[in-house]
């Protein structure tokens, strides 16, 4: 660029004039952005909210109402049953705010895991390219920022060619200048990117540029993003990678025992967790850490009254019903694979020394890069951000640590100092027990009326019943019939349980000494069912029955997301569908940009036909085999070999679509 006096003199006169101040604010200064939307900049206020009642209480998975909390606050035993120390949570204004900042702000220090051991920006996709990339949408918003490679780049053995435009899923909604979920650190002088529950739980509506609070984001592309970073190696655990079954490499560490050996080769378990990750559809992430590679569509965040949570229902007790355990987990298990070490040895048959090397022997970050020699676990002693808490994110260890519970899987509990126990994860819960999808509700009361009988011909009442749309049951996998990894990923884990204990809500962190416990309650989901979403007794595991509250903004369908049809997919020929695009047909549709149309899918998962070229579709793809996702099972038919017409067909979709969180006809 021609250098110009007049345009370049002045800005190199006021940088030399605030340098000193600049040199200040990067070295020295600890920022973080951006910071949670203004609620205007939201579609949330076009939604009727659920009948969650300001001034109710939460007892340790109990709901008080707050009629019956207010009888209660007159007298002294009624004060210490709702006491603090008692475990229950007031639902307030106050606790909801906070749960709405902690959405979108709050990472438990995952930024460090991120940027400094993973290299999620070090990689061909870095933060220059992703600033660029949205700099270049000129304020106008988008459901998948796309960023240009400017080399060829080669990961988990496919090649991406120079000039490539990569789809990351990532949502940015109008006038913002960094992606939906993503937050950016400035500390003493390093730029870090962390990630918040918002990355996958919201999307941007692409009509207004607006938020979609609690809406899945369906294309985000968490495999590849993961795959482009420079040590995914460290995901292994959410893979189906074993890294003791590679060959040694050269790096030497120290064992427990102080014995000499060699960790697994890095190039080759990199490769190997690249192709895995690659095989992620978009919208998918795998949060179980049981060493197979089986993703789940992230899930919709309408969660009032849809307990258990989670594919399996394994979030079943404690706050919410459930809630506050699923949202411990995200934090706790899922943005930190250092958190797994202590229990490495249990749940996989990895040795703690050897589960830390494999992680951190190629770190991004040279400062927390495993020298030669050293043994793993002391090293980390050294470089961990968080001492005294296990694992690199700002967490609390829970009564019985190593070991987990029913109650907190891993016995970690995300927490950030200064605040007490589980008042962000409750915050979370109350806040996300208020979302509702936008309205899909129809004026024409009649035909609301006749689509809402299909649904109770076709018996979809069964299991999806009352005014959430869900019987609260888990159902066995043999029953069900959907693809069978997922629902027993867990049965490890249940025999490193132990009773489940919390600390009191007005628990101070740091944790002080010798803190008071308090047991939690598991009566409040049936037994058969707690031991189903982890496999015990029914070795094939069981999936929960989920709402159907927001179906319009959650395709594709099924707990693997196999259930998906692009907008072109079908056509009518007289009284029938048929399939116009076969290209169409699958979930491989996302790993080339088209996000599933809801309505399409949703005819995918009512008709047999159509359903049989979807898994063959999805069979056809070596990337979802690798991935555990075929949209097979749920064989509840809604065609004509059932006895109902295609207008019948019709109207049963548009009646699913149409479900808010105030249907205008319950059946």
């Not at 893979?239 to 030497?252: E, K, L, S, W, Y």
Request: glycine share 10%; hydrophobic share 40%.
């Amino acid at each position: 660029m021609r250098f110009r006096p007049g345009v370049w003199l002045p800005l190199v006169l006021a940088v030399l004039l605030v340098g000193d101040s600049l040199v200040y604010v990067f070295f020295f200064s600890n920022l973080a952005f951006p910071d949670a939307p203004e609620t205007s900049r939201t579609l949330t206020s076009t939604s009727k909210a659920t009948p969650q009642e300001i001034g109710a209480f939460d007892l340790l998975g109990r709901t008080v109402s707050k009629a019956e909390a207010q009888r209660l606050l007159q007298t002294e035993d009624g004060r210490r049953q709702l006491a603090l120390e008692n475990g229950a949570i007031e639902i307030s204004r106050d606790l909801i705010a906070l749960g709405r900042r902690a959405f979108y702000e709050e990472t438990y220090g995952n930024e460090v895991f991120l940027t400094d051991v993973v290299g999620v920006v070090d990689g061909p996709i870095n933060l220059w390219k992703l600033a660029k990339s949205v700099m270049a949408l000129g304020g106008k918003p988008t459901t998948n920022l796309q960023v240009r490679l400017d080399r060829d780049v080669t990961i988990g053995e496919q090649t991406f060619r120079r000039g490539t435009w990569i789809n990351t899923g990532l949502d940015v909604p109008r006038g913002a200048f960094v992606p939906l979920g993503m937050r950016i650190f400035l500390q003493h002088g390093r730029l870090r990117v962390g990630m918040t529950c918002a990355a996958c739980h919201a999307t941007v509506d692409p009509d207004t540029g607006a938020i979609i609070e609690g809406a899945p984001n369906a294309d985000v592309n968490a495999g590849l993003l993961l795959a482009f970073a420079t040590n995914s190696a460290a995901f292994f655990r959410q893979t189906g990678v074993n890294p003791t079954r590679f060959p040694a490499g050269d790096h030497i560490y120290l064992k427990a025992d102080g014995q000499v050996a060699r960790l697994p080769d890095p190039q080759a378990v990199e490769d190997a967790v690249d192709a895995a990750l690659l095989a992620w559809p978009p919208g998918n992430f795998d949060s179980t850490g049981d060493l197979e590679n089986n993703p789940t569509q992230i899930p919709n965040s309408y969660t009032f009254g849809a307990w258990p949570y989670g594919w399996s229902g394994f979030a079943s007790t404690g706050w919410f019903h459930g809630l506050t355990t699923l949202n411990a987990n995200v934090h706790g298990t899922n943005s930190d694979m250092t958190t797994g070490a202590d229990s490495s040895e249990e749940l996989l048959g990895i040795d703690k020394e050897t589960y830390l090397g494999v992680i951190l022997q190629r770190s991004a970050n040279g400062d927390f890069r495993l020298p030669e020699g050293e043994q793993p676990s002391l090293f980390f002693k050294r470089v961990d951000p968080t001492p005294g808490v296990p694992g690199l994110n700002s967490a609390v260890a829970m009564p019985g640590y190593p070991k987990g519970s029913i109650f907190i899987l891993d016995g970690l509990m995300p927490n950030t100092p200064g605040l007490p126990v589980a008042a962000q994860l409750n915050g979370l819960s109350a806040w996300q027990n208020t979302l509702a999808p936008p309205p899909g509700r129809s004026e024409d009361k009649e035909a609301v009326r006749r689509r809402a009988k299909v649904f109770s011909k076709a018996g979809c009442s069964g299991c999806h019943s009352g005014p959430r749309f869900t019987n609260n049951r888990i159902l066995p996998q043999p029953e069900i019939g959907t693809q069978p990894s997922r629902a027993k990923a867990l049965a490890a884990f249940w025999w490193t349980f132990v009773p489940p204990k919390t600390y009191p809500a007005d628990t101070p962190v740091p944790l002080p000494p010798d803190p008071k416990m308090l047991p939690v309650p598991t009566e409040i989901t049936p037994k058969e069912d707690q031991r189903l979403a982890y496999a015990q007794d029914n070795p094939a595991g069981g999936y929960k029955v989920p709402t159907f509250i927001g179906l319009k903004v959650s395709a594709p369908y099924l707990h693997d997301g196999g259930v998906a049809a692009g907008p072109e997919a079908f056509r009518r020929e007289g009284g029938r569908t048929v399939i116009s695009k076969p290209d169409q047909l699958g979930t491989s549709i996302l790993f080339r940009g088209i996000v599933p149309d809801p309505s399409n899918s949703l005819r995918v998962l009512l008709d047999r036909g159509l359903r049989a070229a979807v898994i063959a579709a999805n069979r056809a793809d070596s990337r979802l085999q690798k991935a555990n996702v075929d949209g097979s099972g749920h064989a509840f038919w809604v065609d004509e070999e059932a006895g109902f017409s295609l207008q019948d067909q019709d109207d049963l979709i548009a009646f699913l679509l149409s479900l808010d969180d105030e249907p205008a006809v319950l059946p």
